[in-house]
């Protein structure tokens, strides 16, 4: 690949806040793989989505960055931001047990548990990423190996070292593994379960991420995010 040429489904401004960590290194190195992939098999999310987190939450109005596993890996799922599918698009299960944990956070109307489109949240600064960003149709954590942990963490962690007032919200086995090296940064962290069925229930629910995120960006005279969908 010519130049940065490689570079073409990243939004600019956040080539431009990379280019001082390793994370366009290591796309460029997984790239030719990943395409191959999208030629050889049925993966999501749907190519034009994959950095949808990045172009909807611009790197200047960054606020929280919420971390899950990989992509919805069912047909018409996933739409390139962690926990989300479309509007009109049946739920999920980790996504259900999300919207009722943010109902009994927040105080909010039982209308919100028949959401799904997360993207009002990106679209206030919340960074809605997964630590891999493609998946198998069928095969969850499939591309787990892949090299995305690289990217991702090179993002997160260049984020975190230079953005102090972020909150970050780690969600799950995979997205806590991250925190002991968060705690070097002058960040706030925030963790919990997975939403999913297996692990709600001993650790996300009840965990409160909506309102103690909103509490330390008060806390840093940043305007709180409505979480309202």
């Not at 970050?168 to 593994?177: D, E, V, Y």
């Not at 963790?191 to 001993?202: D, G, K, W």
Request: charged share 20%; hydrophobic share 40%.
């Amino acid at each position: 690949m010519n130049n940065d040429e490689f570079l073409s489904e990243i939004p600019s401004g956040w080539i431009d806040f990379l280019r001082e960590s390793e994370a366009l290194y290591h796309w460029q190195k997984i790239k030719p793989i990943v395409d191959a992939l999208y030629r050889g098999a049925t993966v999501f999310p749907p190519r034009n989505l994959l950095f949808n987190a990045l172009h909807l939450t611009p790197v200047d109005e960054l606020k929280c960055v919420i971390v899950g596993q990989d992509p919805y890996h069912g047909f018409g799922q996933a739409n390139g931001l962690a926990f989300s599918v479309n509007k009109g698009v049946k739920a999920p299960p980790s996504l259900k047990n999300l919207l009722k944990e943010l109902v009994c956070d927040m105080g909010l109307s039982n209308a919100v548990l028949s959401k799904s489109d997360l993207t009002p949240w990106a679209k206030q600064g919340v960074l809605l990423l997964n630590r891999s960003l493609t998946v198998e149709e069928k095969k969850p954590n499939s591309h787990a190996d892949l090299g995305w942990g690289k990217f991702t963490e090179s993002v997160i962690f260049h984020i975190a070292e230079t953005k102090p007032k972020i909150v970050f919200i780690l969600l799950g086995n995979s997205a806590n593994k991250l925190k002991d090296k968060l705690l070097d940064c002058p960040v706030s962290i925030i963790t919990a379960a997975h939403p999913s069925p297996l692990s709600a229930y001993r650790g996300f629910f009840g965990s409160r991420i909506f309102s103690k995120t909103n509490q330390q960006l008060i806390h840093q005279n940043i305007p709180p995010i409505d979480w309202e969908l």
